[in-house]
């Protein structure tokens, strides 16, 4: 879906407060990246830093990763619970493919223990698509008057 000039795929689930995306895999397993809002909000993003290691286990307190730019610090906590089993380290490396392409760009990946809590706990674009909107047009606006 589109909204304004920014991608929202329909096969993802959201936490638009956080502009973080989710797509559920197979056994479980759960990617977790930005937005196409987000990375574009956040600026030109320098850093990724992923504070837990493979294998360690992560909770609605864990902060999942952290994303530096020039306009923000942002450290993310999401309603996960489960064992990280991957990190992008091409992300890691080199953060700015975020910008470039923020859903091709999944930062780390979890094994979740409840996926049907996950379901629950993200949004589809269809239940957050005003949110989205509102502050979309609000960019928009901005960009216009300036």
Not at 40 to 59: C, D, H, M, T
Not at 92 to 107: A, V
């Amino acid at each position: 879906m589109k909204i304004s000039f920014f991608n929202f795929p329909d096969d993802l689930l959201y936490e638009p407060e956080r502009h973080v995306w989710i797509k559920v895999e197979e056994n479980k397993v759960v990617s977790v990246g930005m937005t196409d809002l987000g990375q574009y909000l956040a600026g030109k993003i320098f850093q990724v830093s992923v504070p837990r290691r493979v294998g360690e286990r992560v909770n609605n307190r864990t902060i999942l990763f952290s994303v530096e730019s020039a306009k923000w610090i942002g450290k993310i906590r999401l309603q996960i619970e489960g064992e990280v089993v991957d990190i992008n380290e091409r992300v890691i490396k080199n953060p700015s493919i975020i910008n470039e392409d923020p859903y091709g760009s999944w930062i780390i990946k979890v094994s979740v223990t409840d996926v049907d809590l996950v379901k629950r706990a993200f949004k589809n674009i269809q239940d957050c698509r005003s949110q989205f909107e509102e502050e979309a047009n609000r960019i928009v606006s901005w960009k216009n008057s300036s």
